[in-house]
């Protein structure tokens, strides 16, 4: 009498996060772990999720990991951070009040980031330097996006160059 016996071995479980590892401040992360959404296996992410991806928004740095299992094994992938960058942070120095035709001179300030930034002013002459030199004929708003370089965020303030006519004596 011979018996057999058929013993199924399930793969191991090898899972791993991908997604978007570095967002800006307000911005989201959609983290996908590497398995196949067959009905079979289930997940339960650190935040409490239990889908294949999921989409995040944390305020700051946050690290997810995920528990997989798929035919009674079970597996962990992670943690990974998704690091969440500064916007940079604009304010104004210069005239913002000047005569009909005179030259003003506006400076945006940029803190927060990596210190290296790009900028786009929406004047005529779409200026892309910090400081934005114009001559107004009547009170007009300005904005200027700032990006910085390394992360990639960017921000967007306005200033208003208030333009008098000039009395003669």
Do not use: M
Not at 39 to 46: A, D, I, L, Q
Not at 51 to 64: F, G, L, N, W
Not at 83 to 101: A, L, M, R
Not at 144 to 153: A, I, Q
């Amino acid at each position: 009498v011979k018996a057999e016996k058929t013993i199924t071995v399930s793969p191991q479980l090898s899972p791993t996060i991908s997604g978007d590892l570095s967002i800006c401040a307000g911005e989201s992360a959609t983290l996908t772990v590497s398995t196949p959404d067959d009905g079979k296996t289930t997940y339960k992410w650190s935040n409490h999720e239990t889908t294949r991806s999921i989409t995040v928004s944390p305020a700051t740095t946050t690290s997810y990991s995920v528990e997989v299992t798929r035919n009674g094994c079970t597996a962990t992938a992670g943690p990974v951070e998704v690091v969440v960058n500064t916007k940079p942070s604009i304010s104004f120095t210069g005239g913002t009040s000047v005569c009909k035709g005179s030259i003003a001179s506006i400076t945006a300030n940029v803190t927060g980031g990596s210190g290296s930034y790009t900028y786009a002013w929406n004047d005529p002459e779409s200026t892309t330097s910090a400081t934005l030199k114009v001559t107004p004929y009547a009170t007009t708003s300005y904005t200027v996006t700032v990006t910085d370089v390394v992360t990639k965020c960017t921000n967007s303030a306005s200033v208003t160059i208030n333009v008098t006519e000039s009395t003669a004596p």
